[in-house]
Structure formats: C-alpha cells, structure tokens
C-alpha cells in the first residue's frame, strides 16, 4: 500500500529528471521530488510535500489561464494522482513500444554492408516522394 502513495512523486521526478534535461530552471524540483518519493517509500510522512506543491501549481497554471474548470478537476489530490498515474502509463507503454521497434530495426536493419539503405514507406507516400524528386531534378 506504501508504493501505491509513492507513485505520484516517483512520476512528478521522472516528469522533471525529463524537462530539466532541456530547461534549466525546472531542475531544482528534481531534488524536492526524489526526497518526497524515497519519504513515502519508507513510510514516513513527506516532509517536502512535493505533490502538493506540484498539484496547486498546475491547478494555479489552469486557473491563471481561464481554465476554471480543469483548475477545480487538478485541485482534488485524487484526481490529480489519477491523472498523473494514467500519464505515466500511457508514457511507458509509448517509450516500450517505441524501445520494440528500435531493437526491431537494429536486428533487421534495411542497409546492406555497403551504406545502401531502402527503406520502404509505402506505396503512397514514395510515389508522392518519387514525384518530389523528379519536380525538384526537373527544375
């Protein structure tokens, strides 16, 4: 039952670890959300309360936005873990397929030895690129 609490802090650290890769001023929640996920991990009540925190700011983010509806449904904190847990789900079942097809293509991968690669889309969309080519060679 201790996991099932941890879950909203483990996905709001996953969500910053992700964005703080590419935009600076979100890393120091990186710091806030791992203390908050490892104090619910052992059972101890968040001394951070990071969710919170995370919760009334995306409710404040709605609401600032004229948003007052979506404010309401993110301010109740079993909405907003429920949505954060779906999040995650749909997020991991995406990267897994996405890491299927990568270990897809390099076990079947269309180039030859030689750096000569086809790969086939379709026949709509390479007759379309064929068209393409001969427009822009033709010009």
């Known amino acids: 039952m201790v996991f099932f609490l941890c879950i909203p802090c483990f996905a709001l650290f996953l969500y910053f670890a992700i964005v703080g890769i590419f935009i600076p ?33 995306v409710s404040n983010w709605f609401a600032k936005r004229n948003m007052n509806k979506t404010a309401r449904f993110f301010y109740k904190k079993r909405n907003f873990d429920m949505a954060l847990i ?6 991991t079942i995406v990267s897994t397929w996405l890491f299927f ?18 790969i086939q889309i379709g026949n709509n969309i390479s007759q ?5 080519s001969q427009v822009i060679t033709s010009a």
Do not use: H, Q, V
């Open 101 to 118: 097809l990568l270990i897809k293509f390099l076990i079947n991968s269309p180039c030859d030895g030689g750096g000569n690669c086809t």
């Open 128 to 132: 379309m690129l064929n068209n393409s």
């Open 86 to 91: 779906i999040a995650i789900i749909i997020f």
């Open 25 to 57: 001023r979100y890393r120091l929640y990186i710091k806030e959300a791992w203390k908050c996920f490892i104090d619910k991990l052992k059972g101890k009540k968040c001394s951070i309360s990071f969710d919170n925190k995370a919760r009334l700011a």
